[in-house]
């Protein structure tokens, strides 16, 4: 049966008909703001292509935390600009270095607030790489998860709430679960950067933690952006390995990966909206060319509809307040 007996616009004449059959809703409670955090006291330094993100001092981070607690939003999502960095990525395990100072002030004034340390080294080696290099520059693999798991165990001391380890190493989700079981910390969950991709969206990220690689790229752990099956693997890879959240990274030009592991596992879904996606709509809007409001939640709600149940993005504080107005 068809036309005319048939007529799908029907459901779309009025809002409230609209709203009645809404397939899928994006909400302030699937949100997760990034902040980058630093060394000094009053420290704000605005990053020139993510506009309105800056790398600032605790004091500023908590700030800025009270408006994502007064907005609804559930989450934050930790980087860390160290003090000093070396080959070891040693200041990453310092417990005096910003990240765990701000988890720590964190977890004091805003305890309902969960705070999610990311989990690598590209922004404490001198290298830039993810972990420990050999002779010849490449990251070895067996050396650099047992350094994460220390990392790790220094943001559960802290207060840290869920562990996202996002350096793509084999067997990294493995070493973090015995570390954190070992040590009293069984109870915090991990959120994994399963499907990682060595993409180009990332750009506006790597000013913004200083995390550019000295040399070479990131192709030989992160994975290649033709992959789609391969996806399925590193997530299975996870899970068996105790990860309780899988991500995807980027989002927007990975909504059918997250759409096969979001049918494949029974488990709750990140997708991580970067910092390449969020610049550009931000240069569109800023130009003139888009209407930022709507595409923005039209993003964010196709990231949701591919089957995200959890979306980091830069955008949380506006689409937060936009929700609101909505409602």
Known sequence: MG??????RRLRSSENIRRLVRENYLRVDDLVYPLFVTNGEGVRNPVES?????QQSVDMVLKEAGEVVELGIPAVLLFGIPAYKDEKGSSAYDENEAVQRAIRALKEKYPELLVIPDLCMCEYTSHGHCGLLDEKGVVMNDETISVLAKIALSYAAAGADIIAPSDMMDGRVAAVREALDANGFADIPIMSYSAKYASGFYGPFRDVAESTPQFGDRRGYQMDPANSDEALK?????????AD???????LPYLDIIRRIKDEFNLPVAAYNVSGEYAMLKAAAQNGWLDEKRVVLEALTGIKRAGADIIITYHAKDAARWLKEEQ
């Open 50 to 54: 993510m506009p309105g993100v800056s």
């Open 3 to 8: 036309f005319p007996v048939v007529r799908a």
């Open 245 to 251: 959240i899988v991500m995807v990274k980027p989002a």
């Open 234 to 242: 590193e997530v299975w890879l996870d899970v068996e390995e105790g």
